[in-house]
């Protein structure tokens, strides 16, 4: 997708709707897999106007499951654009360096493409009510524009994920994942888990058990002073 200024970007998005939106929400501990159904008029329709057709773009939107994240974790992640990392540091001067927030992240898996019969709004009603049949709560439909129909991917997951923050809060909430350590700066317990988790794959000789990924996590949430000695101890007691 390329879109050259602002207002191809806004013309598209204000084309761009959702016909049937999931019916359950985001997942707050585990993966979320929605199956997309994107649909838009050919760029060829103009020059047959007597022959209606939409353009099916399918594929599943994977959610990764809800992550709490810090400034100050989110400072030391790479991939994030200039402006991004003032953003997190304007976060931390003002709430401090380890107030929890939510990390969502997605991929898109493209699947087929397909040309239908009947204008794109008549396809996508089909589609939906054929949904609802079988029952499929992970389901979204869309209409948009051909050249830009990723956009309305875009769209799509700022709201799913705006309509299911506050339950993925309250639900980590309840599980006092968001609550801080005592006695380590105020991390929250969900990355202390998480960090456990890690040293318990590695110490059990799990396969897919990672002091790569163990050290990469302690940096991050600068706690690798307060799990030293038992890092090293990994490497002494299994000759890693």
């Not at 008029?41 to 994240?69: F, L, N, S």
């Not at 939906?128 to 079988?134: A, T, Y």
């Not at 050290?215 to 000759?239: Q, V």
Request: avoid cysteine; proline fraction near 6%.
């Amino acid at each position: 997708m390329m879109i050259e200024n602002e207002g191809d970007w806004l013309r598209a998005i204000e084309k761009t709707w959702v016909v049937r939106f999931p019916r359950q929400s985001l997942a707050t501990f585990g993966v979320t897999n929605i199956r997309y159904f994107v649909v838009t008029e050919p760029i060829y329709q103009p020059m047959v106007p007597d022959q209606r057709e939409g353009v099916v773009r399918t594929g599943q939107v994977v959610a990764e499951k809800p992550a709490v994240v810090t400034p100050f974790y989110a400072m030391n992640l790479e991939g994030f654009s200039d402006e991004a990392y003032d953003y997190f540091q304007r976060i931390m001067q003002r709430h401090g360096p380890n107030s929890p927030g939510i990390l969502y992240q997605y991929k898109n898996q493209s699947e087929s493409m397909d040309i239908l019969k009947g204008a794109p709004d008549e396809i996508a009603h089909r589609i939906s009510d054929d949904l609802d049949e079988r029952r499929q709560e992970l389901a979204v439909v869309m209409v948009s524009v051909d050249e830009y129909w990723d956009v309305a991917l875009l769209k799509f997951i700022y709201e799913f994920t705006s309509s299911s923050a506050s339950q993925n809060v309250q639900e980590f909430k309840s599980s006092g994942l968001l609550d801080p350590q005592p006695g380590m700066n105020g991390i929250p317990r969900a990355a202390t888990r998480e960090i456990e988790r890690l040293f318990v794959e590695i110490e059990s000789g799990s396969p897919i058990g990672n002091p790569d990924i163990l050290k990469r996590e302690l940096d991050r949430w600068g706690l690798f002073d307060f799990y030293e000695d038992r890092f090293l101890s990994l490497f002494r007691s299994r000759g890693l």
